[in-house]
């Protein structure tokens, strides 16, 4: 990447943040709290996860995408129950519908709990898999949807380079062309407390380590480098490395997993590695090697960081500011910062409650189904919306809304009077 000392060219974004699904359902106010977030760190893309094919959170994409946010999705669902076909495929309609990008299938397949027992045992496992892969990657396709090949559990319950490069294989024998032509890997990318060069190389620069052995001299893929032993695969099948996306990157270990005290620093200073990594212009006296820089193969880098919001913000707030800054002999057309997106249709609710309790919920239900708005409690959105819904429960409050709201002549204001059932007044102050 070329270095520029006296104009600083926008580079474009190749991380995002991964959400894990229990934060949606357990944080009414999470996503208006990382739209805010988005805005400051250079991205506008997000990995929502999926847990099966009945619980897709429709509303939380809908917020996203109406916000300017690109969504990937991570379904993390597993093969030990029934494997539902018509499930799955309504599930990639309403992906497309909700114009999803790319679409993660399945999660750590290599793992024995993935799998019903009597399946597990069985010698071709991978085979398996494939059959209920292909079947969805190739829908994917049809919907334009991009699918993911799920990630692997590094060192899993079966070695997972060896069920890499056996699913390639097999896609490769059964002449899945247009499956391979579309193929997106995805890696965990958790450190293990290892320094962040552990396992560079991959197996060409560690050729003295094998599955479920790694001599004291020799270093595996269970470390942030474990992506460049899944492109080794790759390119030993199918002679080119393919486009990969990192998960959870800046985390010791799988998310859900108890940490060490100094995790919160650690996580800080590995995830400011990564940036540098990613965007070595952005850091000022910063002399990296270009071998440790993240290769254009790397399309995404998904962080899951458990930081507070304004330490995340402090970590990429000035690094995207410093890429921003316009010099004097720029022009306002060079000028290349992501736009603030536009929200057409903004449901300004009282409080947090209108979202986590299910009887107020359900209220609202006729009128989101009917017009679609972006729902949150956030004033600063609204003033960002064309139009705004007022839910009104107590009247002097939402005087005092609307008040700031007339502050923004272009927003057309209306009013929603809740006692048992919604009624709509539409008000003409703006």
């Not at 988005?38 to 994409?61: C, F, H, M």
């Not at 494939?130 to 334009?144: D, Q, S």
């Not at 239900?365 to 949150?376: A, D, E, I, T």
């Amino acid at each position: 990447m070329e270095h520029n000392t006296s104009k600083t060219a926008q580079v474009q974004s190749r991380h995002a943040f991964h959400i894990p699904a229990e934060i949606i359902q357990n944080n009414p106010t999470y996503l208006d709290q990382f739209i805010s977030f988005a805005k400051v760190s250079g991205t506008d893309r997000a990995l929502v996860e999926v847990l099966s094919p009945q619980s897709l959170p429709a509303n939380s994409i809908s917020t996203l995408t109406q916000n300017g946010i690109h969504v990937d999705v991570f379904l993390k669902s597993t093969l030990n129950e029934e494997f539902d076909l018509f499930s799955y495929q309504d599930l990639l309609n309403n992906l497309a519908g909700l114009k999803v990008e790319r679409v993660i299938l399945f999660d750590r397949p290599n793992q024995q709990n993935f799998w019903k027992p009597e399946t597990w045992i069985q010698p071709d496992l991978v085979e398996h898999f494939l059959e209920k892969y292909i079947l969805l990657a190739e829908y994917c396709l049809e919907k334009n949807l991009q699918p993911v090949f799920p990630p692997l559990q590094p060192a899993g319950d079966y070695w997972d380079t060896a069920f890499l490069r056996l699913a390639l294989q097999s896609l490769k024998e059964k002449g899945k062309t247009n499956l391979l032509n579309a193929l997106v890997l995805s890696s965990y990318s958790w450190t293990y407390e290892h320094p962040m060069n552990w396992g560079a190389g991959g197996p060409e620069c560690w050729p003295t380590s094998a599955p479920y052995y790694t001599p004291e001299d020799s270093q595996d893929q269970q470390g942030f480098r474990g992506y460049e032993w899944y492109q080794a695969q790759a390119k030993a099948v199918l002679d080119s490395r393919v486009p990969i996306l990192l998960l959870q990157a800046g985390r010791q270990a799988e998310y859900g997993k108890a940490l060490s005290e100094d995790a919160g620093t650690q996580q800080a200073e590995t995830v400011q590695g990564i940036l540098k990594m990613l965007y070595p212009d952005a850091f000022q006296n910063t002399q990296e090697n270009t071998t440790d820089l993240l290769p254009e193969t790397v399309v995404s880098c998904n962080f899951l960081v458990d930081l507070d919001w304004d330490k995340l913000k402090s970590l990429f707030n000035g690094l995207f500011s410093a890429q921003n800054t316009l010099t004097e002999t720029e022009t306002p057309a060079e000028e290349k910062n992501i736009p603030a997106p536009k929200v057409e249709h903004y449901l300004l609710l009282p409080d947090d409650t209108w979202q986590s309790d299910e009887k107020k919920a359900a209220l609202l239900k006729p009128f989101l189904n009917r017009y679609h708005p972006v729902v949150g409690t956030s004033l600063n959105i609204a003033l960002d919306a064309k139009e705004v819904t007022l839910v009104v429960t107590n009247q002097e409050e939402a005087e005092e809304k609307i008040s700031v709201l007339q502050q923004n002549e272009g927003i057309m204001i209306r009013k929603m009077r809740m006692k048992s059932i919604p009624s709509l007044e539409v008000s003409h102050d703006h």
